[in-house]
């Protein structure tokens, strides 16, 4: 649940904050975004690759992943996100605070597209999860399952995987379907 204000926002941030529990919205460089909710062909695939990690991460005790809404905090200041899937392997575990929220990086993001926001996860949010030097990226169109997947090298993003219903990660040492 999100505080009770007891004076305007005076940052961006402060605003992002004041949203209603369960808002869809992001903050990416100090610019709010909101977005409608998402449609049943997103939920599905959602929902089947969250499967597959949920059974990959009881199986290895490697880590978690954890399904949107949920505040993912890049910084403290200009870039909140909620990405649809968040992958926190164990040795990163830290960076859930005691109230749920993420204050740091996650090793692997995944986004499933939704009508009108294609350049925000291919573009927007690439290059945000680029410059944070997030491990891997993978983004999933929900109509035809196209899935690119992106692996952090040094200072920037390589293409690792170009592919209809598969993920290949690298960084989880895991292939699956969906």
Do not use: C
Not at 98 to 118: A, Q, Y
């Amino acid at each position: 649940m999100r505080n009770t204000l007891e004076r305007p926002p005076k940052t961006v941030m402060e605003v992002y904050q004041s949203l209603p529990e369960g808002t869809l919205a992001e903050l990416i460089n100090n610019a709010l975004y909101m977005s409608p909710s998402p449609t049943s062909g997103h939920q599905v695939v959602l929902n089947d690759i969250n499967y597959e990690l949920m059974s990959h991460f009881r199986e290895t005790k490697t880590g978690m992943v954890l399904i949107a809404p949920l505040d993912v905090y890049l910084d403290e200041k200009n870039n909140a996100v909620q990405p649809d899937i968040t992958v926190i392997l164990n040795h990163n575990l830290s960076i859930v605070n005691e109230s749920g929220h993420i204050h740091g990086v996650p090793d692997m993001l995944i986004e499933v597209l939704s009508p009108g926001n294609r350049d925000h996860d291919l573009i927007r949010k690439k290059d945000l999860y680029e410059s944070f030097g997030v491990k891997e990226y993978w983004v999933v169109d929900p109509e035809n399952k196209h899935t690119l997947g992106y692996s952090f090298n040094k200072s920037n993003y390589e293409l690792i995987g170009d592919t209809i219903g598969s993920i290949d990660s690298p960084l989880l040492k895991l292939k699956f379907t969906f």
